[in-house]
């Protein structure tokens, strides 16, 4: 078989996509290699949310540059957001690339591969769907490819809230989601392959079912569904919007023993103003309030966000309402981020009045602050056993494998090293913290 380079920047959606394409690549007669100078085709999947993720990219493919020259039957291709923001002008930009593949053409991979190598011509195919939902056709004898302990399921595409920072609108088109059948379908293949935990993805993944599906389910209802799957014992979704965070869902952690209590919310800024600028639809207090709500039904939920600091007009005041609601919620990990303008959206246009040095000042203040929290928040799993779903070996902190905790910690695991098997559910007593990892023993209770 041929030889295929793979590597992804962005969003667990990317990963998800990726692991599609290597898929539909393996019946295309392609095995995965992780040494670029053995590959007959080099693919990268791009994300362009963060400027810092396209500077990486355009890096990376100066490096297989060399492999080119040395190989000229070597296919390059770049897929994804990227792709789909600057589509044709990628050519120029890179050197060598043969193809380019937005998010809404990826099933499509194969069919683009043999038409490079007909035409010997550069291809461009970023066009969306006109499809009013989302599927992903099962590919046959797809039973071949194992999957692990923990498996990603694409729901929902697309957003609809248009976010004056956010490119992710432009790049993945308007929502859809795919029929619930379907959905359950792949569940339940995964699950016969081995998986424990399903992770639902979206990009906003709570507005799931709102419109176009042939047989209406509401994302609660989906939720249930799925639950009801033998042999799952995990359930969690990303990434979530807080105006479509329903009362039914807050009702579904209370009542699904499989839904993990983690939540990934975004709320990007803690200033009412700053948040209208941003188009988010919702204001600080309302944000808190649906963190009450669902503290108030969950009290052990574990939270997680992301942050934008420097947001264009942003004074030192609306700074420190954000620094307040991190305080107040007591997130146990977040995503901070300075602001950088992304081509095509409405903010690019925005009087940018905060410096580079003020933004990374500000980054840094939040990512202190995220620190002292997260290490506070750990603390208070010292001397309590967690259930832990074993992802893989490891050797760090004296450990022989690793995994994650309900609430979404990664858990060392002191033992034999022939005592646990990936994939295996086991309860550890947490001994100590170590920077935003607990470490501990296995244990019979």
């Known amino acids: 078989m041929k030889q295929v380079y793979m590597d992804t920047f962005g ?31 080099i693919l990268v999947n791009t994300c362009s949310v963060r400027e810092k993720a396209e500077q990486k990219i355009f890096s990376l493919f100066g490096t297989f540059q060399p492999l080119k020259k040395q190989n000229p039957d070597l296919l390059m291709g770049l897929t994804g957001c990227l792709a789909q923001q600057e589509g044709q002008s990628l050519l120029n930009r890179i050197p060598g690339l043969d193809f380019i593949l937005g998010p809404d053409t990826i099933e499509s991979l194969p069919t683009a591969i043999d038409r490079i190598k007909a035409s010997n011509k550069p291809l461009v195919w970023t066009e969306f769907d006109s499809l009013k939902n989302y599927s992903i056709p099962e590919l046959p004898e797809s039973q071949i490819k194992p999957t692990g302990p923990s498996a990603f399921v694409n729901i929902i595409k697309g957003c609809d809230k248009f976010c004056s920072f956010c490119i992710v609108p432009f790049t993945r088109g308007r929502e859809k989601s795919r029929e619930a059948k379907e959905i359950l379908e792949e569940v339940s293949r995964l699950v016969d392959f081995g998986a424990k935990e399903i992770i639902l993805l979206g990009q906003n993944v709570n507005a799931y079912g709102k419109r176009g599906l042939d047989v209406p ?37 209370r009542d699904i023993d499989a839904l993990m209590n983690h939540l990934h919310l975004p709320v990007q800024s803690g200033n009412d103003r700053i948040l209208d600028v941003m188009r988010r639809q919702h204001t600080a207090q309302e944000y808190l309030d649906l963190i009450g709500h669902l503290k108030n039904e969950v009290p052990d939920i574990a ?4 942050i934008i600091v420097g947001f264009p007009g942003e004074t030192n005041e609306e700074f420190e309402d954000t620094l307040k609601l991190m305080e107040a919620v007591r997130f146990d990990n977040s995503y901070m981020f300075c602001y950088s303008p992304r081509p095509g959206t409405p903010a690019e246009d925005f009087p940018d009045t905060v410096s580079d040095e003020e933004k990374k000042e500000r980054l840094q203040r939040t990512i202190d602050l995220q620190n002292r929290i997260t290490l506070e928040n750990a603390a208070m799993f010292k001397g309590k056993v967690v259930e832990v779903l074993i992802e893989e070996k ?30 295996d559910l086991v309860s550890v007593l947490v001994e100590e913290v170590m920077g ?3 470490v501990g023993k296995l244990t019979d209770q």
């Open 11 to 41: 969003c667990q959606m990317n990963v998800a996509d990726t692991d599609r394409m290597e898929l539909l690549l393996f019946h295309s007669g392609y095995n995965r290699t992780p040494f670029k100078e053995e590959a007959d085709l």
């Open 217 to 253: 389910v509401a994302f609660h209802e989906l939720l249930y569904q799925i639950v009801e799957v033998p042999g799952l014992q995990r359930l969690r979704f990303t990434t979530s919007y807080p105006r479509d965070f329903t009362p039914e869902l807050v009702q579904a952690y």
């Open 303 to 306: 939270l997680s966000t992301d």
């Open 394 to 423: 490891t050797s760090r902190y004296g450990a022989s494998f690793k995994g994650r905790s309900p609430h979404y910690w990664m858990v060392n695991v002191k033992c034999d090293e022939n005592a646990l098997q990936v994939g």
């Open 436 to 438: 935003r990892a607990l």
